[in-house]
């Protein structure tokens, strides 16, 4: 059945995603990135994250399964008692969709072109210096 296995596919992908962005993270704290003046880097970096996990949220809402109807229905209780109830319907398959198809993966993009900038408009780690150690002297 191909739509299972586009399903899958899209769902092993999204967890690899997933996995390599937490890698990043960590490989980047490891090396202290955060050092400095790298605010900007750091909080695009960072939202560009929740964005993917609410669009991570609403493929969840889309899966049309008893799960999913029970996590919208949830989520719309929150969402109700935080106020939140007349901007976005969880139990709304049409409206998650399009936030899950079209308006989070646009927002996602534009924060990871916003990143890509302030990464590569400035050097955000100093780079250390090389040295020879094969024990050869010129």
Not at 10 to 25: A, C, D, N, P
Not at 113 to 119: A, E, P, R, S
Request: charged residues 10%; proline residues 3%; contains cysteine.
């Amino acid at each position: 059945n191909v739509s299972r296995f586009v399903h899958a596919m899209h769902f092993w992908s999204v967890q690899i995603f997933f996995v390599f962005v937490i890698l990043h993270f960590l490989i980047n704290f490891w090396r202290a990135a955060w050092h400095g003046r790298a605010f900007a880097m750091w909080a695009s970096g960072i939202f560009t994250y929740l964005l993917c996990m609410f669009t991570a949220f609403t493929g969840g809402l889309v899966a049309n399964t008893l799960n999913s109807q029970w996590l919208a229905l949830q989520t719309k209780n929150v969402g109700n008692s935080l106020g939140l109830g007349s901007f976005f319907n969880p139990l709304n398959i049409g409206q998650m969709l399009t936030l899950h198809i079209a308006v989070f993966p646009a927002a996602v993009g534009l924060f990871v072109f916003l990143h890509l900038k302030f990464v590569r408009g400035r050097e955000s780690i100093p780079v250390p210096e090389v040295r020879d150690h094969s024990g050869w002297s010129d």
